[in-house]
């Protein structure tokens, strides 16, 4: 069965810094990958995801990531941190038929002024 | 706005008491999925409706059981519920397999059992 870890469960940035959530999967490489964001009181909703081809995946709000198959990894970016990124955010992996998610634990991202 | 409404928001409930929880999925999405993301963890897959068929179950007792109706809507029923069973619990429709489409989510239900 597939996993995923997501190295610290609490992230705190300053607005403007570089944003990098890490998020490595279990060593059989999945289907896809995706990375999803919640905010408080809300459910999940797709950042970005990796399918086939490029390996760097361009999202939404500036979040970009990369599936690097020889680290296992699908590390989350962003360039500059914006207050309204402050939230919690999730990576998954879908099984062979890309339809159950395995999550992460979460990071919360906050951004401080 | 995802499209997906979940109902109730909030609900509490004794130990020992059943649940349903609904969820009306986007006009035409034929996938339903429900998770339960327990409080500081990630969601956690209970299972799958395809065309009103269960299409994948992730590691929970039978006591969790759900149905989809041809209308796009579905439910999850939760019997004999357990202190543990309180989490978020959320449901994803999706039109086709996620590498091919997006699964949108409804903002949750909180359950809590006392």
């Known amino acids: 069965a597939q996993s995923v870890t997501q190295l610290g469960s609490h992230v705190s940035v300053s607005e403007g810094a570089l944003v990098l959530l890490r998020c490595n999967y279990s060593s059989s490489v999945p289907p896809y990958l995706f990375w999803y964001v919640q905010y408080p009181n809300q459910g999940l909703q797709l950042l970005l995801k990796y399918t086939t081809g490029a390996t760097l995946v361009k999202g939404i709000n500036g979040f970009e990531a990369e599936f690097k198959k020889s680290e296992t990894s699908f590390h989350l970016t962003k360039p500059s941190a914006h207050m309204s990124d402050a939230a919690e955010y999730f990576c998954?992996?879908?099984?062979?038929?890309?339809?159950?998610?395995?999550f992460g634990g979460g990071t919360r991202l906050m951004v401080k002024p | 706005e995802t499209g997906v409404t979940q109902s109730p928001t909030h609900l509490i409930k004794t130990r020992g008491q059943q649940v349903t929880l609904r969820c009306s999925s986007q006009s035409g999405h034929n996938t339903v999925s429900w998770y339960q993301q327990a409080l500081g963890q990630g969601p956690q897959f209970i299972f799958q409706?395809?065309?009103?068929?269960?299409?994948g179950r992730g590691n929970f007792p039978p006591r969790f059981s759900g149905l989809q109706f041809p209308n796009y809507s579905s439910e999850l029923n939760v019997n004999a519920l357990e202190l543990d069973d309180s989490a978020l619990y959320l449901c994803a429709s999706s039109l086709d397999s996620l590498g091919n489409t997006e699964a949108f989510f409804g903002q949750g239900t909180r359950l809590t059992v006392v």
């Open positions: 409706y395809y065309r009103e068929e269960e299409n």
């Open positions: 998954a992996v879908s099984d062979n038929a890309g339809n159950m998610l395995t």
